[in-house]
């Protein structure tokens, strides 16, 4: 390529002229139409023909002479009808050359001005054909069509961007920001962009608004939500991410008040053991609306006859129907400081289901015989018909017990089966639980709850009796069902109990995992031979699909297989896995919530263990754990110390303390 032709290459998406000035080893030392003077591989030029010739005058005058070769050419492209020429070509379906092309526009011999106007309109232009240097190939009918709603799109979208970021920077500067018509969709862009990030199918689009309007702040952009009113200051943005439904479907909502509506009609209990003599009582919180166990109390003569009746939720909801799978959905209620999501609608959990003081109800009850020193000589499951007498709060009972002679029994009975648990090996941890409540005005109050109240300890140990005996019931009469069990732990700081926070804490890091199977087998931590759990069937999955199988052996319904359990458990295993996030999660948002309004206010501290650089420490009266650095302090585990809430934020999911001294 010698010096003095002129040729074209691409730079920056925009055609430049120059004149050939230099070719040594495959490279051109160029001087182009911007007057400077560049290196080019020949591979980078596309287009050469005709020579400039002002090349041996002036370097400014070989420079006009470019820039006016440019010129012609630009106006010589916009001398051509692409849509014309398409329209004409496009055919042929076949490669087409430059020459060929310019040929159906310019008259013969087509000039290098010319041939250079035709790739330069392909080239501002790709709809109607597609380019490789010097040859074009025209598009289809229905490209064109395609890439003329793309370009349309393009520009909707441009034009979105545009609107959305002077929307989203007038809301940031408005106190009481209002949304039109047009920019409704923005909100609902940003928040879905908030809640999954990437994987928002709006992300690039709102991500654009956002730059557009200047903000990167995952923070700015969830204030500006709740300013927008998108979503609240506490929103729980773990149900959005994982797809947790609030709400039932309408037929789900309608089956279930029929069922409520049509109790009587539905439920006939003639067939069942009457125990509606039997004075039966329930013991919940205060604030429970879905009872679904209770506990009956008979002597005769020197022995006790205990009663642990459950609700019969599979007497009301068939296997398969639209409640079923719903439920199955939910896997369980999820129980938080500021919302209850129940797992069955509330015509069923709170009615229908619910064993209500004065309504007659469906239940599966285990009926245990015991001696004058509360031990167990026989047991029985009956499908029965109860009416419960009274309903009590743990607080009720706890106040009672030693004036009413049965619920004192019903202690005694409960304290000799945890002793007996106890002597087989059960690992018995306990620990505070501390509840979050938010009061009708807001406020958030903090309470800790002894599971070791008389009340507490006798309902729990009563539900793992009623358990342990289903599943020995079940296990007896080779029924499969979901089957608990748990290994030995990997070590044991104590025997029996302890009432040494530290050793419980540190005891509960050495427990395995428990076990689901569709077989029976040894539960380490409970110190029993069997274990299911079928006692709160409203409220969890894994209940309901037992007392199924225990229904079927008492005639009631058909069983599930083996195959169906197993795939049961696999079914409920990311529903049951979000639950317990959620649960836990909520309960920390809104303790730190609460220390957010606490800032300066000193709590006492337990050691737990030393790290490398760190210590862990649990804030015991919230029973939250926290990495202290080990910076300039000689701490051991099992000290106790004062700490100072240093900063909390429940969004962020942060909260740091310092030393009090």
């Given at each position: 390529m010698k010096p003095g032709i002129i040729v074209e290459y691409i730079d920056q998406q925009q055609i430049v002229c120059a004149v050939v000035v230099e070719f040594k080893n495959n490279r051109l030392t160029l001087v182009n139409e911007f007057d400077r003077e560049v290196n080019q591989s020949v591979a980078r030029i596309f287009f050469a023909q005709g020579e400039l010739p002002e090349f041996g005058s002036s370097r400014e005058a070989i420079v006009a002479a470019l820039k006016a070769t440019s010129e012609r050419r630009r106006n010589l492209t916009e001398s051509i009808d692409l849509k014309e020429l398409w329209e004409l070509v496009n055919a042929e379906n076949e490669w087409i050359d430059l020459k060929t092309l310019a040929e159906y526009r310019f008259p013969m011999p087509v000039t290098a001005d010319q041939t250079s106007a035709m790739i330069r309109a392909v080239f501002a232009n790709r709809l109607y054909f597609k380019f490789d240097h010097t040859r074009f190939f025209p598009n289809t009918p229905e490209q064109v069509e395609k890439i003329l709603a793309q370009a349309e799109e393009e520009k909707r979208r441009k034009r979105l961007v545009e609107q959305g970021g002077r929307f989203i920077k007038s809301v940031?500067?408005?106190?009481?920001?209002?949304?039109?018509?047009?920019?409704?969709?923005?909100?609902?862009?940003?928040?879905?962009?908030?809640?999954?990030?990437?994987?928002?199918?709006?992300?690039?689009?709102?991500?654009?608004?956002?730059?557009?309007?200047?903000?990167?702040s995952s923070t700015v952009i969830f204030k500006l939500l709740v300013k927008l009113g998108a979503i609240s200051e506490d929103e729980n943005i773990d149900l959005y991410r994982m797809e947790i439904p609030r709400h039932f479907p309408d037929d789900v909502l309608r089956l279930a008040e029929g069922m409520n509506v049509h109790l009587s009609s539905i439920s006939d209990l003639s067939n069942r053991e009457d125990y509606t003599?039997?004075?039966?009582?329930?013991?919940?919180?205060?604030?429970?609306?879905?009872?679904?166990?209770?506990?009956?109390?008979?002597?005769?003569?020197?022995?006790?006859?205990?009663?642990?009746?459950?609700?019969?939720v599979a007497h009301l909801i068939k296997r398969d129907d639209a409640i079923d799978r719903r439920a199955a959905a939910r896997g369980a209620s999820i129980y938080m400081a500021d919302d209850k999501i129940p797992m069955l609608p509330p015509d069923i959990s709170e009615s229908a289901a619910s064993l209500k003081q004065g309504e007659m109800r469906p239940a599966i009850s285990v009926i245990v015989t015991l001696n004058r020193f509360f031990e167990i000589k026989d047991y029985e499951i009956l499908a029965t018909r109860i009416r419960v007498d009274r309903q009590l709060s743990y607080s009720e009972v706890n106040a009672t017990a030693n004036e009413d002679p049965d619920l004192d029994v019903l202690i005694k009975i409960a304290k000799a089966f945890r002793e007996k648990r106890l002597s087989l090996g059960?690992?018995?941890?306990?620990?505070?639980?501390?509840?979050?409540?938010?009061?009708?005005?807001?406020?958030?109050?903090?309470?800790?709850?002894?599971?070791?109240?008389?009340?507490?300890m006798m309902v729990a140990e009563m539900m793992i009796m009623a358990n342990w005996m289903m599943a020995g019931f079940l296990a007896r009469n080779n029924v499969p069902a979901i089957f608990r069990s748990q290994q030995e732990p990997k070590e044991r700081l104590y025997r029996g109990e302890s009432d040494s926070l530290f050793l419980n804490c540190l005891q509960r890091k050495y427990v395995n995992r428990a076990m689901i199977s569709h077989k029976s087998a040894f539960h380490a931590g409970l110190g029993l031979d069997a274990y299911v759990t079928a006692t709160s069937p409203i409220?969890?999955?894994?209940?309901?699909?037992?007392?199924?199988?225990?229904?079927?052996?008492?005639?009631?319904?058909?069983?599930?297989?083996?195959?169906?359990?197993?795939?049961?458990?696999?079914?409920?295993?990311?529903?049951?896995?979000?639950?317990?996030?959620?649960?836990?999660?909520?309960?920390?948002?809104?303790?730190?919530?609460?220390?957010?309004?606490?800032?300066?206010?000193?709590?006492?501290?337990?050691?737990?263990?030393?790290?490398?650089?760190?210590?862990?420490?649990?804030?015991?009266?919230?029973?939250?754990?926290?990495?202290?650095?080990?910076?300039?302090?000689?701490?051991?585990?099992?000290?106790?110390?004062?700490?100072?809430?240093?900063?909390?934020?429940?969004?962020?999911d942060s909260f740091s303390v310092y030393m009090g001294y």
């Open positions: 940031l500067n408005d106190p009481v920001p209002t949304v039109p018509d047009e920019y409704a969709p923005i909100p609902k862009i940003l928040k879905s962009i908030y809640i999954y990030d990437k994987d928002s199918p709006h992300y690039a689009l709102g991500k654009d608004m956002l730059t557009e309007a200047g903000i990167s003599h039997v004075r039966v009582i329930t013991i919940d919180g205060q604030n429970t609306t879905d009872f679904d166990d209770a506990l009956s109390l008979e002597r005769i003569g020197e022995s006790f006859v205990l009663g642990i009746h459950i609700s019969d059960a690992t018995h941890i306990t620990l505070p639980e501390v509840n979050v409540f938010i009061d009708d005005s807001g406020e958030i109050l903090i309470s800790r709850v002894d599971r070791e109240s008389p009340s507490r409220r969890r999955y894994h209940d309901l699909v037992t007392q199924r199988q225990i229904r079927a052996i008492l005639g009631l319904e058909e069983p599930y297989s083996a195959a169906d359990i197993t795939r049961i458990t696999q079914v409920l295993e990311t529903p049951i896995a979000n639950v317990g996030k959620i649960q836990f999660n909520r309960r920390k948002y809104w303790l730190l919530k609460y220390l957010e309004n606490h800032i300066g206010a000193k709590t006492p501290g337990l050691v737990l263990e030393r790290r490398k650089n760190s210590y862990t420490v649990l804030l015991t009266e919230y029973m939250l754990e926290y990495s202290l650095p080990a910076s300039g302090l000689k701490l051991k585990p099992e000290d106790t110390l004062s700490l100072v809430i240093q900063h909390a934020n429940a969004r962020k």
